[in-house]
């Protein structure tokens, strides 16, 4: 029997010495990475509801290494494919003496840029990325953070309502027929938004970070309690929910783990148990999804890395986020939950020359879009009776008022922090601290400072998004006008009514924001920072993106 590559590979966490590649096949096997060096690395697949991945743990190697290397399932190479023309997949590991490069975006939409794809959702700037890399040679520490809706379980592309359309051809259930719900169907949905040759030559040779935005699992996820309790009420929703965040945690989540906190993680434990004795590990990787949904603190997504001088710091704003009713300020409505703002407080910390926060939802919208989240979390709150309660809600849920600003106690409570990291109050001082983001599908720069004092740190929101899933027109007219002052007052003006606290932090965005896809880009180097954004003007397979802006931060 001949087995298959399926997905893959992608070239995940690495370290100084170690590199993780995740591939996944079409039959149980033995998968081979090996490197032009002659290193050989062997992983035994396991399965998870019939589909089988492996995880493969490189080790020993050299800091700042860049090596070829080939895929081989039992005896059979299969990577790179016969017909690959894209440059050989590299294994890169981290250098503590070289620069640091990160890439980032958010909301993909893969459209392979068909000339359909073009007009409504723009250039792929993930395959113009490929592009762009293919022809350069990479000498920093470069790695891609993919913050949020890597795919869109609810709003498809033709071929997916296509595959859902032949998989439920006898009678599913009273599942909605344009969208996602079991795990055979997050899977191909995993396998159609990766598959595309230059994005699967960029997720085979860029080491990447992920973390799930709410289209990952469904629009608006985890909103409000309102939105939770009418979501439980259709019978389909817990397969969905179960699917979605178990397939999040074998197509993206375990990637992100170093080989120690993989580990000590005990699903993983419990994955390589089965495997070990030959069993279809669904059902315990179902229990496992159940539960991080109803117990969001049985398990942490968050997650950290130390890449040269930069602390990078993943943060959970979804499935974590707690949904409490009562007053907003008392902290049972957060969006990281109690335990996600413990561990956001451990490590938010002085020491490196650069602190990120990567958030997928921005911490520092347009001021008038943040009033307006907050004085709506207010009137939810009952800021203005209980008879607003209900009308507040239903803006809420129409307008996606669910950021950092519709979080008050969230937003102050990592103001605060921030703040106290850029006084050298919780060790040395870095010279930035950045928040990046995605999800609004427009980009844009916002320097932040302290209302009272002064800080040691330049402290600056950067978003880039969407990768590809541009705006409408009349959507980016609406963008436009929430970063206008008159808005700005009138929202600053109905938060005062509302009660809402005032922000420790006062900001606006520095340049006017701009539409159509984007892929931004930061480059430390000592104590500098170096901010692009990238653009494609012309979509294709042969066009180049370019730089539509870059400041020094």
Known sequence: M??????????????????????????????RIR?????????RTFTVHGHHYAVCEIGDLPPGSSLAYEIFLDEDRVWPEPDHEMPPSRLRTLDEDAPTRLLYGSCHTPTGDTPEGLVRHGPDLLRATARRLAREE??????????????????????????????REEG???????????????????RQAWSDPQVRWLLSTVPTLMVFDDHDIRDDWNTSAAWRRSMDAHP?????????????????????????????????AELT????????????????????????????????????????????????????????????????????????????????????????????????????????????????????????????????????????????????AVLEVARGERGPAPATVLLLSGDVHF????????????????VTQLVSSALCNQLTVNLRRAATLSASAPLHLAGAIMTRLAGVRRAPLRWALAERPFFGNTIGEVRFEGR??????????????????EVRRSVDL
């Open 273 to 416: 148990g089965a495997r070990e004795r030959g069993d279809d590990a669904g059902d315990v990787l179902d229990a496992f999804a159940w539960r991080a949904h109803t117990e969001p603190s049985s398990y942490r997504w968050s997650h950290r890395h130390d890449i040269g001088d930069v602390r990078v710091l993943v943060t959970d704003t979804r499935c974590g986020r707690a949904l409490g009713e009562g007053d907003p300020s008392d902290g049972s409505r957060s969006i990281l939950g109690p335990d996600g703002h413990d561990w956001l407080d451990e490590h938010l910390t002085g020491g490196p020359e650069h602190v990120v926060v990567a958030s997928t939802v921005p911490v520092l919208l347009p001021p008038a879009v943040h009033h307006l989240e907050a004085w709506n979390e207010a009137v939810c709150g009952g800021a203005w009776g209980s008879a607003a309660r209900g009308p507040a809600e239903r803006l809420r849920q129409g307008l996606d008022l669910e950021h950092w600003g519709a979080f008050q106690y969230s937003f102050h409570r990592l103001a605060d």
């Open 2 to 31: 001949t087995v298959s590559l399926r997905l893959g590979p992608l070239l995940r966490h690495v370290g100084t010495s170690t590199a993780t590649v995740w591939v996944e096949t079409d039959h149980p096997c033995d998968v």
């Open 138 to 167: 990479v000498e920093d520490n470069l790695v891609l953070l993919l913050i949020g809706d890597q795919v869109y379980a609810d709003e498809l592309q033709e071929p997916m309502r296509a595959f859902l359309a032949r998989a």
């Open 35 to 43: 490197l032009e060096n002659g290193v050989v690395e062997v992983a």
């Open 528 to 545: 500098d920072a170096l901010a692009r954004w990238y653009h494609c003007p012309q979509g294709g397979d042969d066009a180049l993106p």
């Open 172 to 190: 599913d259930d009273d599942a909605p027929d344009d969208e996602v719900v079991h795990y055979d169907e997050y899977a191909e949905l995993y």
């Open 443 to 458: 980009s844009y720069r916002a320097r932040a400072h302290a209302r009272a004092g002064e800080t040691s740190s330049r």
């Open 236 to 268: 389909w929703w817990r397969t969905r929910v179960t699917s979605g965040l178990g397939a999040y945690w074998v197509y993206q989540h375990v990637g992100n783990l170093s080989p120690e906190a993989r580990d000590k993680d005990p699903l993983w």
